[in-house]
């Protein structure tokens, strides 16, 4: 199994001086590539070979006045950037041919020198970390890194990553083995999770509040966004505006992201199989409640729950979209339960048997029933 390990690091004046130049050296193979390969394309000439592109966008540009920078940076950094063109197009074809899941996806672009940066260096790259625990990058030198906890394998790659706020973090991809928890009780701890907005997930003993990260710091965003506004273009004080700006949403992005690791491994720690109902995250956030979808962040709740529950051991079952958990009384199985968007507001329903519900909390019982039905049949998605 292949994880990523991410750790904060800290490279001096110098060394983020080398690193920008990386990040350029990379742009720089990537965009002349592109324009061989679409230069190929309008001439309805065969698209060149990655030998061959490695040959012409690194080999000879070094020899010439305009690219002889090149040859400051590793090469092995830019021979990733070539190869990460060619998955970019190999994923294009794939899409086009509908071999490939997910949604449609269009050709690859030319880069521009955005707020987020990255290289990868591979063990070609050589690559280590010293006895002091700091990173050695080639041609960039030994970057202090904050370690958070031990790599559980040696890496076979890093990248090197810079965000908007000017952060700098190693992400290190490493081989490592599943991890099964010991066994709990199946029918005593299995859950099925109902997302949602009014209350993040409903599970079978307990409830997870919505956190809303993006709503408790819309004021300040708002604030911060009237001042960008004001400042003029290419200013000082501007790009100081977009730095505050970024940094709001980077705190965001960080609380959420540490709000879904928390939450999801305590839920692979106290039960042997979740259901998770598979919803349309895309269709919903495009209705008139799309900041409240975007703020809770649902599919990356539902991603990192399947990925842990994979690792650990655990059970886990995908309920289709259409299945009717609110609509169905957990305990005749009517379709009594409110309808439509325009009833969303009604949370608590009886059925023509007798049986008084909660709206999420039927919900969490009728998921846990048809996730059951799935293990058993041996379909984890239905």
């Known amino acids: 199994m292949r994880l990523r390990y991410n750790y904060r690091v800290y490279p001096n004046a110098i060394q983020r001086q080398a690193l920008a130049q990386a990040f350029g050296c990379a742009r720089v193979v990537w965009n002349d590539a592109l324009s061989i390969r679409q230069d190929a394309y309008k001439q309805s000439l065969p698209a060149p070979s990655m030998v061959e592109l490695a040959r012409l966008v690194i080999t000879e540009a070094k020899k010439t006045e305009g690219r ?17 063109l060619g998955t970019a197009y190999s994923n294009f074809f794939a899409s086009k041919k509908g071999t490939r899941k997910g949604p449609k996806i269009g050709p690859p672009r030319f880069k521009k020198k955005a707020g987020r940066q990255a290289v990868r260096f591979t063990k070609a790259a050589r690559f280590s970390i010293t006895e002091d625990g700091a990173l050695r990058l080639p041609k ?140 349309n995250v895309k269709g919903m956030a495009r209705g008139r409640f799309g900041k409240s979808v975007h703020d809770q962040s649902l599919g990356m709740f539902a ?49 023509d048997c007798g049986a008084k519900h909660d709206r999420d909390d039927n919900a969490e019982m009728n998921l846990r029933a048809e996730g059951r039905q799935l293990l058993a049949a041996g379909r984890a998605e239905r």
């Open 68 to 84: 002889s920078w090149l040859g400051e940076v590793s090469a092995v950094l830019l021979q990733s950037s070539l190869r990460d």
């Open 140 to 279: 960039i030198g030994d970057v202090p890194v904050r370690w958070s906890r031990k790599l559980p394998s040696d890496p076979s790659s890093v990248t090197i990553v810079k965000d908007v706020t000017g952060r700098f973090f190693a992400s290190f991809v490493v081989e490592t083995k599943s991890k099964p928890l010991p066994e709990l009780d199946w029918q005593e701890t299995d859950t099925g999770i109902d997302l949602g907005l009014s209350s993040y997930a409903v599970l079978r003993d307990r409830k997870i509040a919505s956190p809303k990260f993006f709503r408790r710091q819309e004021k300040k965003i708002r604030r911060a966004q009237r001042k960008l506004s004001r400042c003029q273009k290419g200013s000082s004080n501007r790009r100081k505006a977009q730095l505050a700006v970024a940094k709001i949403h980077a705190r965001i992005t960080d609380q959420r992201r540490d709000f879904i690791e928390q939450e999801t491994t305590r839920i692979v720690r106290e039960n042997q199989a979740v259901y998770v109902e598979d919803l």
């Open 303 to 351: 991603r990192t729950l399947e990925a842990k529950c994979a690792r650990y051991g655990r059970g886990f079952a995908k309920v289709s979209r259409w299945f009717p958990s609110t609509q169905l009384c957990s305990q005749c199985g009517a379709l009594t339960g409110p309808k439509g968007v325009e009833r969303l507001h009604i949370r608590h329903w009886v059925c």
